[in-house]
């Protein structure tokens, strides 16, 4: 059991938005803005998608989004595409360089 | 641009240690602003786990949960660092991965992974 709690799926339709969740405690999610997104594609390298809560690495479109509220952080994708289905993963730092990670949601685009 | 790469067997049996070693290409091991992680997910497709950091002087931080069985080591000579998990499972079978990590644990980039099976 992963010490995050995601869905384990999401989906939408080309052009539509999804939201994400990741519910975690005052100790992680809530205590801290540092969660992280990541995108899983199969044999590929995984790849920063959201960090700090809302942050956006260089490359990656505007269509993603983070946020945050209370103990559970949010990632939107609008204006789904095709290349946007994969695995989604959130994680936060959890004090004294404790990572935590979320189990995964496996995100499909009708 | 930064790139890290695993290495190591992909096949290790019941009660032997696992070794992997990640090469970093195109930027240095010994930068002060970074550490250099391991996760691994397990099995492959389902939650990932951080097993444990370090930074390039060789101080360490351990996953609670594998503490006892987990060494990690850097070697700032040949731009690698690397992972020792001792008295493996079938449950150690994930796939393993290599990322830089900032204080704050965002992991980027990523190696691609590699596949680690435990099995006689």
């Known amino acids: 059991q992963s010490a995050l709690t995601q869905p384990p799926s999401a989906s939408g339709s080309p052009g539509q938005s999804v939201t994400i969740s990741c519910t975690g405690t005052s100790g992680d999610v809530g205590g801290y803005n540092y969660v992280s997104w990541y995108q899983l594609h199969p044999d590929t390298a995984p790849k920063l998608m959201i960090y700090e809560v809302s942050k956006r690495p260089s490359g990656v479109p505007d269509r993603f989004s983070g946020s945050k509220s209370g103990n559970t952080a949010s990632l939107t994708v609008s204006g789904l595409q095709a290349e946007d289905e994969a695995d989604y993963y959130c994680s936060s730092y959890a004090g004294s360089n404790n990572l935590l990670f979320g189990g995964g949601t496996k995100l499909t685009v009708l | 641009q930064l790139q890290l790469q695993e290495s190591g067997p992909g096949l290790v049996k019941p009660s032997e240690t696992l070794s992997l070693t990640c090469t970093v290409s195109?930027?240095?091991?010994?930068?002060?602003?970074?550490?250099w992680a391991w996760i691994r997910q397990q099995p492959p497709g389902k939650g990932l786990e951080c097993i444990g950091?370090?930074?390039?002087?060789?101080?360490?931080y351990y996953n609670p949960s594998l503490r006892s069985r987990v060494t990690i080591s850097v070697d700032t000579s040949k731009n690698q660092f690397s992972l020792r998990l001792s008295s493996v499972t079938a449950a150690d079978t994930a796939m393993y991965y290599c990322?830089?990590?900032?204080?704050?644990?965002?992991?980027?980039?990523w190696g691609q992974g590699t596949l680690v099976i435990v099995s006689s």
């Open positions: 990322a830089r990590s900032d204080y704050y644990s965002n992991l980027d980039p």
């Open positions: 950091t370090i930074y390039y002087t060789g101080s360490t």
């Open positions: 195109d930027g240095s091991i010994s930068s002060s602003t970074y550490y």
